[in-house]
């Protein structure tokens, strides 16, 4: 009776142990690699690298020796900004199943504050001086500083301080437009505001020249070749590096296209499309059960 009683016992443990056996909750760990992923990196010359994670899934489970490998898939919103944001922790999300593909393609958005473009601008502009000859009127025409500003509609106006013959300021807007051969950023269809256009038929015609849209529009031009090839080079070397110890990513961006430019009020957002391969190896945490 007694090892009848023992028996019976012993064979509802064994139960109790098969539903639990094997079942582990990996969740704190997973929640460190999340921290990572939150965290604000820095990209000498660019600005900073904010990958925004959203959610994470499990792609497959390998079980190889006595290693238990486990391929895990990341959305995120990846931007690139010049000027640091806030850095926002979370709670690692609750992981979910599905067959992924291998590799990331994604869309990155860089953003540009418009002051670092106004200081290339005016680097270049400042001080110009040219003489305008229209007919009798020969006035000497001179520009101060120029400034970049979104009109949120899809333009940007060029704001212009100018002296010579005539002090004021006058405003001009343009489409901003990216060339994926040359690579070149430039404002293209040039034209005097509204408002500019009724003061300068009223208050001095001569102002009224297509010369002064051809100059600044020709020094409103930014080769951006070497921003992609330096975000290229900066990126490859974020996603091959160790984040904290027993953690490291390896990693490679394959391709990099701009693919739309958004002139916001505040800032210049330029979208790019971005693919490339990633893999984030935890190596030397302890994932005892």
């Not at 028996?7 to 509802?12: I, K, P, T, W």
């Not at 020796?65 to 959305?75: E, V």
């Given at each position: 009776m007694?090892?009848?009683?023992?028996?019976?016992?012993?064979?509802?443990?064994?139960?109790?142990?098969?539903?639990?056996?094997?079942?582990?909750?990996i969740r704190s760990k997973v929640q460190?690699?999340?921290?990572?992923l939150c965290k604000i990196y820095t990209l000498p010359g660019l600005g900073y690298l904010q990958l925004n994670p959203q959610r994470m899934q499990v792609n497959?489970?390998?079980a190889q020796?006595?290693?238990?490998?486990?391929?895990?898939?990341?959305?995120a919103k990846p931007v690139v900004s010049f000027e640091k944001p806030i850095e926002v922790l979370s709670t690692v999300p609750y992981l979910q199943t599905v067959n992924g593909q291998s590799g990331f393609n994604i869309f990155?958005?860089?953003?540009?504050?418009?002051?670092s473009l106004n200081s290339l601008l005016n680097a270049n502009i400042n001080g110009r001086q040219f003489d305008i000859d229209k007919g009798p009127v020969k006035k000497k025409f001179v520009i101060k500083q120029c400034k970049l500003m979104g009109a949120g509609n899809e333009k940007i106006i060029v704001k212009v301080v100018f002296g010579g013959d005539e002090?004021?300021?006058?405003y001009l807007v343009g489409k901003p437009v990216y060339d994926e051969q040359t690579k070149m950023f430039e404002i293209k269809n040039m034209e005097?505001?509204?408002?500019?256009k009724d003061a300068?038929?009223?208050?001095?015609?001569w102002l009224f020249n297509r010369r002064i849209l051809s100059v600044i529009s020709q020094y409103t031009r930014f080769d951006l070749s070497q921003y992609i090839n330096n975000a290229k080079t900066m990126m490859n070397a974020q996603l091959n590096k160790e984040w904290i110890p027993g953690i490291r990513s390896e990693g490679v961006v394959n391709d990099l296209k701009l693919t739309g430019i958004f002139p916001l009020q505040q800032q210049l957002i330029i979208r790019s499309n971005c693919s490339g391969y990633l893999a984030v190896k935890v190596q030397t945490i302890p994932f005892s059960f």
């Open positions: 007694v090892m009848k009683g023992l028996r019976s016992e012993l064979d509802f443990a064994k139960d109790e142990l098969i539903k639990n056996y094997g079942i582990t909750d460190l690699l999340w921290d990572e497959n489970l390998l020796g006595d290693s238990l490998k486990i391929f895990m898939g990341l959305s990155l958005d860089a953003v540009l504050n418009y002051d002090e004021g300021t006058a005097f505001d509204i408002k500019t300068l038929l009223k208050a001095a015609d």
